[in-house]
């Protein structure tokens, strides 16, 4: 059981498609963020939104487009993917500007064909 | 820049043995410094956390970790390993970029359990 949930749970796009990851949290927390899980790297931050404002930005390819209507969704818009782009995404919460942990969703497992 | 190394990739124990997993961090002020679990297919679970105060921390399903500044370490234990625990372990360290929290990880490390 998690607060935190996204769809789709599986997706095989091509390279010229457009998608969206959704993810929707149930927990009133106002900070929400955008994981990227690739084999054998790291978790890398993608985007973080509080209170439904972009405050980080890390590099991120624009084909990748996050968007979040209020502080229970958060989408990220998927266009002219790359094969490499194939990976796990997390999507996260917390609950606002302290040192709080950070809940996840199950993740959108990408492939990119 | 905050970093974090997990110098273990794999470890296998036998069900039953004591754990560590190995963590050392890099980060310029007081950090916080996380525990995640995932299991295949799922998401990441928060094991346990150290913000301040006492240096052993207890978590969830029997596993401690002991935030050592002086080794900037943050090993996870657990003194008694159950099949179930089979899974990849990741730790974090956050910071607070003026809004949000925002979580550096290290690598993982998978672990096995042998029966």
């Known amino acids: 059981e998690t607060g935190v949930t996204q769809t789709p749970r599986h997706l095989v796009m091509g390279m010229t498609n457009k998608k969206s990851l959704k993810c929707e949290q149930h927990?009133?927390?106002?900070?929400m963020y955008w994981y990227k899980q690739s084999a054998k790297k790291p978790l890398e931050l993608m985007f973080v939104?509080?209170?439904?404002?972009?405050?980080e930005n890390n590099s991120v390819p624009s084909r990748f487009s996050p968007e979040c209507p209020n502080s229970s969704h958060l989408f990220l818009h998927l266009h002219t993917l790359q094969p490499e782009d194939s990976a796990l995404y997390l999507c996260?919460?917390?609950?606002?500007?302290?040192?709080?942990?950070?809940?996840f969703g199950q993740g959108t497992r990408l492939t990119v064909v | 820049a905050q970093s974090v190394t997990q110098p273990d990739i794999h470890i296998t124990v036998s069900e039953g043995a004591s754990l560590e997993l190995r963590c050392n961090y890099s980060?310029?002020?007081?950090?916080?410094l996380f525990w995640y679990v995932q299991s295949p297919g799922q998401g990441l679970q928060l094991l346990l956390k150290?913000?301040?105060?006492?240096?052993l921390v207890q978590g969830i399903k029997g596993f401690e970790a002991e935030f050592k500044r002086s080794q900037s370490s943050f090993n996870l234990r657990k003194p008694s390993v159950h099949w179930s625990d089979a899974a990849e372990y990741f730790c974090?360290?956050?910071?607070?970029?003026?809004?949000?929290?925002?979580?550096?990880f290290g690598t993982g490390t998978q672990l096995k359990v042998e029966l």
């Open positions: 927990l009133g927390h106002n900070a």
């Open positions: 150290y913000f301040s105060g006492d240096t």
């Open positions: 939104y509080s209170l439904e404002e972009r405050v």
């Open positions: 974090a360290v956050g910071a607070l970029p003026g809004g949000g929290n925002k979580l550096t």
């Open positions: 996260a919460s917390t609950r606002g500007t302290g040192a709080t942990e950070a809940f």
């Open positions: 980060y310029g002020a007081t950090p916080y």
